[in-house]
């Protein structure tokens, strides 16, 4: 089959609501500072009431994996998007933020269930990011949400451990492995989160063992997975499945492992953390758009460098300036 897309993401789908605050709004609202806490649909619609009643609020499509195809298309790249939005007001606006953003995503909104994820982040004076997010239909995915055509179209699919928690989720993650696999195709997955991992580990190591071409996790969550306490035996353990790891470090930088060796990816030098929400996110777009292109695993882990160096250089989890230009830099 032709190939449409470069890489096809399958995640949840939100949409990050944020509006500037004061300190007394989170007092009086009960938001936690600095936190990321999970809420219920009636809690949603009632602090997104309020933080448009509070200030300028902003939209943005996104969540995890949509970021990163998002960056990925920013690299120029042909991306698209697999992910569950209802049919109301907040899911259309998602939908035409992907497309905004030049990110094919054509998922059918559903008329039954519950409403939207959105991800309600209150910004007080400091620059803290107290989020209160509701997950909605988004983190609903099934093997009936697969489109089949996408899958096998797609130069590789792009999974989101997020989207893992429920048993209908994790057999589609299994069933679109095979898709992708029967017509020829790489398939990559981002643990996401220690947490996520290790409330399914033996899921997710049958999952990497059986069905992932290149993993996608940070130090905490590889290690997590092979319940080791040393990177190098987390590495070694991949080495026997012919997964390839790309294992973010933080300032450290990355380390990229292929059947053949280990390159060691050094982090690009930032003048000013201002913003560390999607580096791992932006990291997954750089080395991605990179393969891509055909650059080696050491030349696509520093585009994902540069990518994650310029994400935590501002608010927000999109790219704002031209990655390839600040490649070359580099």
């Known amino acids: 089959m032709k190939t449409e897309f470069d890489v096809l993401g ?5 949409m990050d609501i944020i509006a500037p605050v004061s300190d007394d709004f989170l007092t009086d609202n009960t938001v936690k500072k600095g936190s990321m806490t999970l809420i219920d649909e009636p809690r949603a619609l009632a602090l997104n ?30 991306a698209a998007y697999l992910g569950n939005v209802a049919d109301d007001g907040v899911g259309k606006r998602i939908s035409q933020g992907m497309a905004q953003g030049g990110v094919d995503f054509s998922s059918k909104p559903k008329t039954s269930g519950p409403a939207s994820g959105r991800c309600l982040i209150a910004v007080t004076p400091d ?14 995915f099934t093997p009936k949400d697969i489109v089949k055509s996408k899958v096998e179209s797609a130069a590789c699919v792009y999974l989101e451990g997020y989207l893992f928690d429920t048993e209908p989720a994790k057999a589609a993650f299994v069933k679109v492995a095979e898709i992708a696999r029967a017509a020829g195709r790489t398939v990559s997955l981002t643990l996401s989160d220690s947490f996520c991992v290790d409330r399914h580990r033996d899921s997710f190591r049958h999952l990497v063992d059986n069905h992932v071409d290149i993993l996608f996790a940070n ?10 306490d040393s990177l190098d035996k987390a590495l070694d353990k991949l080495t026997k499945t012919k997964t390839v790891a790309c294992v973010t470090r933080s300032e450290k930088g990355s380390i990229i492992q292929d059947s053949q060796r280990r390159y060691h990816v050094k982090a690009c030098h930032v003048d000013k953390v201002v913003d560390t929400t999607g580096a791992g996110d932006q990291y ?15 030349d696509a882990g520093h585009l994902g460098s540069v990518a994650a160096a310029e994400v935590i250089s501002h608010y927000g989890a999109r790219p704002e300036k031209h990655i390839h230009e600040l490649a070359l830099e580099a």
């Open 10 to 14: 399958i995640g949840n789908v939100l």
């Open 49 to 78: 009431t309020a933080l448009k009643k509070a200030g300028d609020v902003q939209e943005i499509a996104g969540g995890s994996a949509a970021n990163t195809i998002f960056g990925i298309g920013a690299l120029g790249l042909r």
């Open 127 to 140: 620059g803290e990011r107290s989020m209160s997010t509701f997950l909605g239909t988004s983190c609903l």
């Open 219 to 228: 130090t905490d969550e590889i290690l997590s997975l092979y319940e080791t």
């Open 284 to 298: 997954a777009a750089g080395v991605l758009a990179g393969r891509a292109m055909g650059l080696d695993w050491a």
